[in-house]
């Protein structure tokens, strides 16, 4: 069997060819694992990958230690791991661009870009919430006329909700907790996003978020993420995750998610609060999953377990 090749796209490194900083040990220990067990790896930053196919690819080669143009007739597979959530944000055009993009080659790539483009939007949330699986109730509000209409329906005094862009939003940006439904605010995110979701405000987030990472079917594993003095559950420096053991429970719904997306998952996040003791989904990350595996100080072993995962689905050919 030829060697396999694979092209790692990340987040916009600085002062590259430092793709080993502290800031990318995710990489690090990817590109060391798979170099080691006969993977040679490229890596390039998603922001520096030309939508065009006549045009090379610069990428950083484990082999040489240079930079050289990564033609993708040579690469085998494509693996995203972490695009950087700030770029994401402000680019988000650009990455959907990129997903466009590698649709068109014939490379697979985990994860898949169907796959991706459906995780951009929100909207994902409403069809597990049709599916029947436990989704704070959401709403989806894409005009101004609609806002308007939400927010002059009759409501109790008092109620809370949390209002968040339907598109993007990463690590949190653009979500607010929000009482009586005022309207201004309202408008003033959807000016700022174009579209929103709605969701009534559940009081177990004050106990933290817990997150289950999957490869395929196999549970991975898990942590459980403190508040970090607002609604928002993001990682801070000082901030303190804790290993979790999720319950069998839990663990379905992670693989029952996966049977109902339309296209393959390789590698999902799964964020959970609780509410009365139950679990409620308040993400499935699937395009930039902070996997947290070198919090759980498990950073060669889960690069370990992606190679064999990889191995095993999409270069075995």
């Known amino acids: 069997m030829s060697q396999k090749r694979i092209l790692l796209i990340g987040q916009a490194y600085e002062n590259l060819p430092n793709v080993f900083s502290e800031n990318a040990e995710d990489v690090r220990d990817i590109t ?21 196919s006549s045009q090379p690819i610069m990428a950083y080669d484990s082999e040489t230690k240079l930079f050289r143009p990564t033609p993708l007739e040579g690469i085998d597979l494509v693996v995203l791991r ?30 898949g870009p169907q796959t991706m483009l459906e995780n951009v939007s929100k909207k994902y949330l409403l069809f597990l919430q049709e599916k029947g699986f436990p ?94 003095g607002d609604i928002r559950v993001n990682y801070f420096p000082g901030k303190e995750y804790e290993h979790y053991v999720p319950t069998d429970e839990e663990v379905a719904l992670g693989r029952e998610i996966r049977a109902v997306w339309e296209t393959p998952i390789d590698v999902m996040r799964l964020d959970l609060i609780h509410q009365e003791g139950k679990p409620q989904i308040i993400e499935v990350e699937l395009i930039n999953p902070a996997i947290y595996e070198r919090l759980e100080g498990i950073g060669s072993l889960f690069a370990k377990n992606l190679y064999n995962y990889l191995l095993e689905t999409h270069l075995n050919g």
């Open 32 to 52: 060391n694992y798979f170099s080691t067990n006969g993977v040679a790896v490229s890596v390039v930053p998603w922001e520096d990958i030309p939508l065009d």
């Open 82 to 111: 972490q695009l950087g959530s700030g770029s994401i944000n402000e680019n988000l055009g650009t990455l959907k661009r990129l997903f466009y993009y590698l649709q068109t080659l014939d490379v697979p790539t985990v994860n």
């Open 135 to 228: 989704i704070p109730k959401s709403v989806s509000l894409l005009s101004e006329k609609e806002i308007r209409s939400f927010c002059g329906e009759q409501i109790r005094d008092g109620l809370e909700e949390v209002i968040k862009p339907l598109d993007g939003g990463e690590s949190g940006r653009g979500v607010e907790k929000v009482e009586s439904r005022p309207v201004q605010i309202f408008l003033d995110t959807f000016e700022r996003y174009g579209s929103l979701l709605v969701q009534p405000y559940l009081k177990g987030v004050q106990n933290g978020e817990v997150s289950l990472v999957f490869l395929g079917d196999t549970f991975s594993h898990a942590v459980k993420k403190p508040l970090s």
